[in-house]
């Protein structure tokens, strides 16, 4: 069992940055896949970003060169770094944490792009 706690949401102008922390609890993290995903109103929740746990990150086309996803097994949290934050960025955003057939989330944190 993983649970998992999102923070650093928040208010931004366009432009702007957010960085977003997901702590895991348990002494496995190192080993589970982890991901961004987001969910705006009346869309379906969209995978962002993830990494695998050695490392190899991937990301949706529209966060490409803007969005850096990185961890640190040390301290049991997966980052979110988000640079030139648009308008079209605003959702709520969920951790995840895989393994196997093993999949848990986070309770979201709300990121609002706006002026």
């Known amino acids: 069992q993983v649970h998992l706690v999102e923070s650093g949401g928040g208010l931004v102008q366009p432009g702007g940055s957010l960085r977003l922390s997901c702590a895991a609890s348990?002494?496995?993290?190192?080993?589970?896949?982890m991901g961004w995903y987001r969910q705006a109103p009346g869309n379906q929740r969209e995978l962002v970003a993830a990494?695998?746990?050695?490392?190899?990150?991937d990301y949706v086309d529209s966060v490409k060169g803007r969005f850096t996803i990185s961890r640190d097994n040390a301290k049991n949290t997966v980052y979110l770094q988000m640079n030139t934050l648009k308008p079209e960025d605003t959702a709520v955003y969920y951790c995840?944490?895989?393994?196997?057939?093993?999949?848990?989330w986070g309770q979201g944190t709300q990121v609002t792009v706006s002026s």
């Open positions: 348990g002494s496995r993290f190192a080993i589970y896949a």
């Open positions: 990494i695998t746990s050695g490392g190899r990150t």
């Open positions: 995840n944490a895989r393994l196997h057939v093993n999949n848990y």
